[in-house]
């Protein structure tokens, strides 16, 4: 057995109903709370008055930060860092998705450190210690922000997507609670949902992968697969959503701890060059051309994922069942709406050069099984760009 380390240190307080519980959670941090969600609309208002009225009761001096906007950028964060450095917030609190959990963890770097948050990105000046705790409330099941140690920027006047990545941001404490997701729509459903599901997949596949992460991966795909479509369909099936939810957790922390591989590269270069393009989206119009690519150099860990999609394939060989992965891959995208083209999300086809370029800025593609080259890497995009 290959030797691996493995390290969590968000506590988790899953279960519907736990967000009651959220201003005795934050006041083991701070006092002063710098709240972070997107706009209020009808579906979520009510879970900000829920935190609201628990952060009062638990004595917290509040102030909302509600500008966070789907892939956030570096404005957005130096609004927020600004808000908490007046309100002198000694703890932040994200409540939302990936984008309000991500703003949050930027927020907690920015408010306590010299310059903006884009200066402490992966390979450049690390953060230190004088960064503010944050808890986190996920209302998606799919980002796994609330349990990794990541916090994704974009920098729209370089049309660069990228990230955080250090110890010190990880959520002191998440709280995540089925009952926030039921009011999202089912194509932010399917999208996050899809997420999570690239994020088992791709720890089960990444050279950095281990026997504890591939337990949770394996796991976490079969809720997802079992689970997923369900809540697509009828967004109030509790027993779906809790599944999600809970593969949504375990999906994260195999990312913290394995990694994710190209499709994430693709998928951050494409949301930083097309801000309009969601992540689930960009991540999903690749798949197709990224399982063919790769199958063949990790032949058993897509035979394990063929047979989570379907047991009867068991007597076959690993070959022909990770051939049969791809294909379940491919109906599965389609059951959930997510069977997608480049050029279906106004990606022009004269950028795929560039496209292809900016997905090797970051190393993820490094990690998969097989290591794209640039022309292997326009391939694929070439291939995404129309589906029959």
């Given amino acids: 057995m290959k030797d691996f380390s493995y390290y969590q240190p968000t506590s988790i307080h899953f279960g519907c109903g736990r967000v ?27 879970t900000y008055d829920k935190v609201k009225a ?8 509040v102030a909302h930060y509600d500008g966070v906007a789907p892939n956030p950028t570096t404005e957005t964060v130096t609004a927020g860092a600004e808000m908490a450095r007046r309100h002198k917030a000694d703890v932040v609190l994200g409540v939302g998705g990936g984008s309000s959990m991500d703003t949050a963890k930027a927020i907690a770097v920015e408010a306590t ?11 450049k000046s690390q953060p230190t210690e004088k960064t503010l705790p944050v808890v986190a409330v996920t209302t998606t099941s799919g980002t796994g922000s609330h349990v990794t140690q990541v916090a994704v920027v974009t920098n729209t006047a370089e049309r660069c997507k990228s990230a955080l990545y250090n110890s010190i941001l990880y959520p002191k404490a998440a709280i995540v609670d089925p009952e926030l997701v039921v009011s999202l729509p089912s194509h ?33 795909l079969a809720l997802i697969i079992h689970n997923l479509p369900a809540a697509v369909r009828n967004s109030s099936d509790i027993d779906a959503r809790s599944a999600m939810a809970w593969a949504d957790t ?6 913290a701890n394995a990694g994710v591989t190209m499709p994430h590269g693709m998928g951050m270069a494409t949301g930083g060059m097309f801000p309009h393009v ?3 989206e960009a991540l999903a119009v690749v798949y197709p051309s990224f399982t063919r690519y790769t199958a063949p150099s990790a032949v058993a860990q897509f035979a394990a994922v063929g047979r989570i999609f379907d047991p009867a394939l068991s007597r076959l060989s690993d070959e022909a069942v990770a051939d049969a992965c791809c294909e379940a891959i491919d109906a599965f995208l389609k059951e959930i709406g997510l069977w997608l083209s480049l050029e279906g999300l106004r990606v022009p ?5 560039e496209l292809a370029k900016a997905s090797m800025v970051l190393p993820d593609y490094r990690n998969n099984p097989r290591v794209a080259t640039l022309e292997d ?3 694929v995009l070439r291939e995404s760009y129309r589906r029959p």
């Avoid at 201003?23 to 979520?44: H, N, Q, W």
């Avoid at 996050?192 to 796991?219: C, K, M, Q």
């Avoid at 375990?250 to 990312?255: E, V």
Wanted: with cysteine.
């Fill in 20 to 46: 009651k519980e959220v201003g005795e959670i934050v006041s083991r941090y701070g006092k002063r709370c710098l709240l972070v969600t997107v706009p209020a609309f009808d579906a979520i208002a009510p």
């Fill in 54 to 61: 628990s952060l009062k009761k638990a004595g917290i001096e």
């Fill in 113 to 123: 450190h010299d310059g903006a948050a884009w200066d402490y990105l992966f390979f």
């Fill in 188 to 220: 932010a459903t399917a999208c996050t949902g899809w997420d999570a599901f690239t994020h088992a997949f791709e720890s089960l596949i990444h050279i950095n992968a281990s026997p504890y992460t591939n337990v949770l991966a394996r796991e976490a």
């Fill in 250 to 255: 375990m999906a994260g922390l195999c990312i």
């Fill in 278 to 280: 969601a992540h689930g």
């Fill in 349 to 353: 086809e004269a950028e795929l050069s």
């Fill in 377 to 379: 890497m326009a391939q």
